[in-house]
């Protein structure tokens, strides 16, 4: 996961929109399903080595088994995002939220 920077940023924007019941436009050059691709974590990266160091947490501890480190609560809210992302794709949603609601 490369660019966890990114990915948590565009995950609370769309968390945001879809908490405000806010109808967007998105274009992309892939389907929904295809902007999360998860890779395979086999080692740490800079952020995570840093803050391991911080934390004086070795890569064989069991502490660097934590969702933290493991990519688990980010694989959660993509697949949380996608999900938001493809609700927001339907008539239903467009639908009740284009109007005036408060």
Known sequence: M???SQLRRFITLID????NRVR??????CEPKDL?????????GDAD???MDD???T???DDAKAAIFTGEEEMFACDRCLSR???MQTDEYWDKWGKNVN
């Open 85 to 87: 992302i493809m609700e």
């Open 49 to 51: 080595r840093a803050l």
């Open 59 to 61: 890569k064989d501890s």
């Open 24 to 29: 967007v436009v998105i274009g992309a050059d």
């Open 2 to 4: 490369k660019h966890r």
């Open 55 to 57: 934390l004086k947490i």
């Open 36 to 44: 999360f691709r998860m890779e395979e974590k086999d080692e740490f």
């Open 16 to 19: 945001t929109l879809y908490d």
